[in-house]
Every structure is written in C-alpha cells, then in structure tokens.
C-alpha cells in the first residue's frame, strides 16, 4: 500500500530565503507526482506535474525533482515571498486511472 | 479553459440528514472525475472516482455515494448523514498530460 509522507509539516522562514520541501513515498511504481498549493479554507492549485519518466520540472520560481527510485521528491522555492504561504501537498498517481494519493502537507509561512 | 463548480460553497447538516454536492464541469468532454474528502486533521482521501456517465468506482467503504447522470455532471449523496462525514469535499478533473485539477470545494458541517 503506497504511503506519502511530507516533511517538516510546518516551516516558517524569513522573505527571501530559498528552501525545499520534502516528499517521500514507500512505492516507486508511480505513474506521475504532483505538486499543489492549498490556502486556508479552499480548493488545491496544481503547482507542477511530473510524469514518471521525468527528473524535474520547473515553473517560475518552483523547481519539483522526482528520484523514483529513492521514493523522493522535492520541491525547491527560490526567493520565497509572504504569498507564498500556504500549505503545499504533494501526490503520487499509481497507475493509468490517474488516482491521487496524498501526502498531509506542509505548511509554509514566509515571514515579511 | 476547464472550470469546475461546486455546490454548495457550504452547508450545516443535522446528523441523520440527507446530502446531496454537485460538481459540474466545463470546458471538457468525457473527463475522468474524483470526489475527495478532507477531514480535520487528516489528509486528503479519494472517496470516488468515475471514467463515464453511469461508472462510478468506491474506494472506501463509507456513508456516502455517488452518481454520474451526465457527463458533466458529479453528484455525491448520502440518505442519513453521520458526524464522521462532517469535512471539505473536493471534486476533481484530469486534464490532458495527467493533471488533476481541484475545484473551490464545499464545507460540510454534520451537527
């Protein structure tokens, strides 16, 4: 049964710093991972996809990296900003019908 | 561009209660579509999931159902509702390239 497990589960951090989080799941037999930011009280934003055969993948100032093999992957914030606090989930996809299984988030608050 | 709404936003259930979310999509023909829940406490959990109009495919034992009467439509109901289903209910598209897209959820409160 495939397990995902974040760490730390909360991080608070000075504006501008760079930093990672991290993912790590019991099963490399994934199909994809994602990366999603969730604000309080609403629905999930879909930050980066990275499919199986990928390493990483990269948008602004996001950089997701997948090691199938180790079961990890991370996300790296470079320059983080007070907007960027939230709560960051990562998911794995097991097969073709694309179910998500998430892990319990970490929450991210950037200090001004 | 796809867009998800979900009905309603929030909602305050006296246990035993009957339910009923929606979940409508647009922008898309025949997407795959998921129910999650969102517990206090808890991670995100995958309630169900369903390919086509009519299929629908439980992943845990519960409370709850769902249905698909249209294509783009994502319906979960229960008859008598528990204070265990009290949550954040989450409905879900896949986009093209595998991407699961969230729509805003809906709170429920089961007293």
């Known amino acids: 049964k495939q397990e995902v497990t974040q760490i730390p589960a909360a991080l608070s951090v000075p504006e501008g710093e760079n930093l990672v989080l991290n993912c790590s799941f019991t099963d490399s037999a994934i199909y994809n991972l994602q990366w999603f930011r969730q604000d309080p009280g609403k629905g999930l934003t879909s930050l980066l996809l990275?499919?199986?055969?990928?390493r990483e993948q990269t948008s602004g100032r996001l950089n997701a990296s997948l090691d199938k093999s180790s079961g990890r992957s991370t996300l790296y914030i470079a320059a983080s900003q007070p907007g960027d606090s939230a709560t960051y989930l990562c998911a794995v996809g097991m097969d073709s019908s694309y179910k998500l299984i998430f892990g319990s988030g970490t929450r991210l608050l950037v200090r001004p | 561009s796809q867009t998800i709404h979900q009905w309603p936003a929030t909602l305050v259930q006296p246990v035993g209660s009957p339910l009923s979310l929606e979940c409508t999509v647009e922008?898309?023909?025949?997407?795959?579509l998921y129910w999650y829940r969102q517990a206090a406490g808890r991670g995100l959990q995958l309630l169900f999931y369903?390919?086509?109009?009519?299929?629908i495919s439980s992943e845990v034992p519960q409370n709850l159902s769902a249905s698909r009467p249209q294509d783009r439509q994502f319906i979960l109901s229960s008859k008598k509702l528990l204070l265990s289903d009290s949550g954040f209910y989450l409905c879900?598209?896949?986009?093209?390239?595998?991407?699961?897209?969230f729509g805003p959820g809906t709170r429920l409160t089961v007293l």
């Open positions: 879900a598209l896949e986009r093209q390239g595998d991407e699961q897209f």
């Open positions: 922008g898309t023909s025949n997407p795959n």
């Open positions: 369903s390919v086509g109009i009519g299929q």
């Open positions: 990275i499919q199986s055969s990928q």
